[in-house]
């Protein structure tokens, strides 16, 4: 379990070529744009993403190289140079600089990590254009653009903003390019009412030169490798559908020069004074960072027999790689090494909005770095929410949750439970020294361990090899689970006083998982897994693989065989660390609102604090504060909790009298629901893509009304109703009480007694420990785990979903 090295960070080791009869394996991720620092929704949606898949293949004994690197030339780094009073190649070096300490953080493991702006992406890029040339799949044509007299330029797309033409959309800060809401590719002339983005003031259209790429003369060789490899390489249903969305609205010549300065000349007199433009080069750029990794860079990109390319995106970077880039390979006549597999997510949003690096909204790559959470939390908790099939949401919230539930609770005690065991002196423990276990191929419970992780391992690999990153991982920690299960079950403890030898057998099995999680979770987490190593004393280099020659896999299934009897350990130390409830709070007050706000509100805080410096005045040292001690260090913790019981809920009939979008969220509902109190609550819910607004008028729902109130942007939700979700969150429907049910009347589960909390405390986690509980079965009935909820007028319900999670 090698972490390997980042080149371009770390130094150089010999490049990697392909080599004939293995996998070799060339994967890349979007080149992320130089003008800003990486946000966690970038991170996720391609660096991070591409690196697991990097880190498995290196797991599995494959050939592979991941190469990245910045894309630097266009308006967006011409435009940044403007805004801080630079030129473009300063703001490249200083974000590339930026970017770079950002992913060498993140432990991404590039092979190369390179800039577009290298006489080698020149060089590649435009010996691809003259192929183009040559080949007649280029055409010349006017093309009408806005000018803005008042710059006295040409403005390129993103220097427009406007209205968005696309019916029912209608932002009116759409791009030149593209429309931030609805994703549609636009021509800066299609805007209505635009706006020059330097002076805001209206731009006129203006004849000009421009070459185009000539899509509709391509389409036949475009459509004959989309059909055959969108299903070789089993592409991602919506890569296929973005794909699909542009073939069905028909090819058009697509313009492949712009009025600029900054970026890759054209190498055509006429045409001297232009550059390509940037979705035309930006790809290019990964041939061209390739070529500064290796002289012999065509062994990768120009061997289709040999090699495959696995490449990482975000959704709205597909049409560029499954039709622009192809299109522009294919047209060249030459043997290129096409795209064979697409992995793309969807957004990432920050709490109840969007990550936005132009608005800064949301945590950045350096951001992170502050928190002092561990890289590896970070990583974790991105990967278990990557949006593989639909958007999903970053909360502080949740991050605690399953930080201190999955990774602490759950991996963490495991590894701990077991490592500390062996640890203790001889007489308590095991001294340190792995036991020898013989015949734990005939112990039961033993036997039926390692069946069910054979079987896990067995679909972890299957996940991965279709780039199912967060199955893999989900399925990674399935074994956790089970080796705590089997700990309880076989309650070592005793055996080590009543069987030893059947004690040994649980012993150098579990240590055996120990070991196979660090492996198997190496590709998410590789400096956890380089801790557990340490912790067993295992360097890094000697760490077993799960290559298939060498019968790794199957070892798993026996993992007794994992480490040898007579090994001795390191030292055992917890892994993870709580986040608490404070923590939480702090962070989202911190992160709230865009970066300038947050500059703003720092310094004002920083002009408070000195004001108050000023007035206090310093002791004499005669009457010195005693530190007052914290109530923990004081106070015995009580004996035993309450219990967790579902009664401890206040869930109650509740009606909507009145819905409404929120203000200044385009996700969120504003209800107020009447619980039967006299006068209504208001309650938040993120409900506006799954659920019109008028289905949501005059509805009865279940509402959970004893939660702590909590603020979403700027209104307190005093409530909260509850909804079902299908597995892959794409579906949410409201749970229903029967439509005679009362107004106000307490939801009940038969054989659950006792009165509910006035305010349920957040730091006892009564409602994420419930919450788990709560689903709906094959006959849409509402559970807490085999109990309907009740009511006096019948049980609850819901339209669709069966088997669904309640929250």
Known sequence: ?????????????????????????????????????????????????????????????????????????????????????????????????????????????????????????????????????????????????????????????????????????????????????????????????????????????????????????LKDKLEEYINYMSVAGSWSQNAIQATHAWLKEGLKPRCITRDLKWGVPVPHEKFKDKVFYVWFDAPIGYVSITSCYTPDWEKWWKNPENVELYQFMGKDNVPFHTVMFPSTLLGTSENWTLMKTISVTEYLNYEAGKFSKSKGVGVFGNDAKDTNIPVEVWRYYLLTNRPEVSDTLFTWVDLQAKLNSELLNNLGNFINRVLSFIAKPAGLGYGSVIPDAPGAELHQLTKTLAEKVGRFVEQYVEAMEKVKLKQGLKTAMSISSEGNAYLQESQFWKLYKEDQPSCSIVVKTSVGLVHLLACLLEPFMPSFSLEVLKQLNMP???????????????????????VPAGHRIGTPEPLFKELKDEDVEFFREKFAGSQADRIVKAEAEAKKIAEQLKKTKVSDGNGKKQRPTKSAEAKPKAAAEAEISISRLDIRVGLITKVQKHPDADSLYVEEIDVGEGSTRTVVSGLVKFI???????????????????????????????????????????????????????????????????????????????????????????????????????ICKVPSICDGSIR
Not at 68 to 78: I, K, L, P, S
Not at 549 to 554: A, F, V, W
Not at 721 to 745: F, I, R, Y
Request: aromatic share 8%.
């Open 1 to 217: 379990m090698t972490d390997p090295s980042n080149d371009a960070v770390h130094g150089r080791t010999a490049p990697k070529l392909p080599i004939q009869g293995k996998r070799n394996i060339l994967i890349t991720s979007a080149l992320p744009y130089v003008n800003n620092v990486p946000h966690l929704g970038n991170i996720i949606g391609c660096v991070l993403s591409a690196d697991v898949f990097a880190r498995y293949c290196r797991l599995r004994g494959y050939n592979a190289i991941y190469i990245c690197g910045t894309d630097e030339y266009g308006t967006a780094t011409e435009t940044k140079a403007m805004e801080e009073k630079c030129t473009p190649q300063q703001i490249c070096d200083k974000y590339h600089a930026i970017h770079k300490e950002v992913y060498k953080w993140f432990n991404i493991s590039f092979d190369e990590f390179g800039r577009t702006s290298s006489p080698q992406q020149t060089e590649v890029c435009q010996a691809i254009f003259k192929k183009l040339m040559e080949n007649n799949w280029l055409s010349e044509n006017v093309m009408q653009q806005l000018y803005c007299d008042k710059c006295q330029k040409f403005l390129a797309d993103r220097l427009v903003e406007g209205i968005c033409p696309t019916q029912d959309c209608n932002y009116d800060s759409a791009r030149g390019d593209q429309c931030e809401k609805c994703g549609k590719l636009l021509n800066p002339i299609e805007l209505k009412d635009p706006r020059c983005k330097f002076c805001h003031s209206t731009p006129h259209i203006r004849d000009t030169n421009h070459l185009f790429l000539e899509l509709p003369l």
């Open 540 to 562: 890094p280099e000697t760490s077993f693989l799960l290559c298939d020659e060498k019968g790794d896999i199957e070892r798993a299934k026996r993992p007794w065989e994992i």
């Open 692 to 794: 019109p607004l008028e289905e949501m008028q005059n509805r009865k729902v279940c509402v959970l009304c004893n939660l702590k109130p909590a603020t979403m942007r700027g209104i307190k939700s005093q409530a909260m109703v509850l909804a079902a979700s299908n597995s892959d969150h794409t579906k949410v429907e409201l749970v229903e009480p029967p439509q005679s049910a009362a107004v106000g009347e307490r939801v009940t589960f038969p054989g659950f007694e006792g009165e509910p909390d006035d305010v349920l405390n957040p730091k006892k986690k009564v409602w994420e420990t419930l919450q788990v509980d709560l689903r709906t079965d094959s006959e849409l009935v509402a559970l807490y785990k085999d109990v309907p909820f009740t009511t006096t007028a019948g």
